[in-house]
């Protein structure tokens, strides 16, 4: 039986960085360009100066998370893939996180309580 070496992502919060998980600057900036290029743009965003910020958000609750800032009025990007899993018994199309742990979300910092 293979074994397989899962390598841990790394995790940060906006505006933090947590000592025991380090940020590896190359893959964040490779994050951050995905993110500019594919998220949507709106001319009421560009008047006044919103803009995008990756939000570490608990595993697995990432669409939870941007169902509720949604709810809220913020305009959230969200990129899904579609993975085909397959179990013992069947096989299935789960919808899953492009960036697991990850919501984008367009907001004025400065207006944020």
Sequence with gaps: MDVKKIRHRPAATVGTVRESHQVDRRNWLAVV??????????????KTRDFWYALYVRPRFEKLVHYQLAEKGYETFFPTYVSRRKWSDRVKSLCLPLFPGYVFCRFDIRLVD
């Design 33 to 46: 360009k995905v993110v500019q290029e594919l998220a949507p743009k709106s001319a009421e965003a560009e």
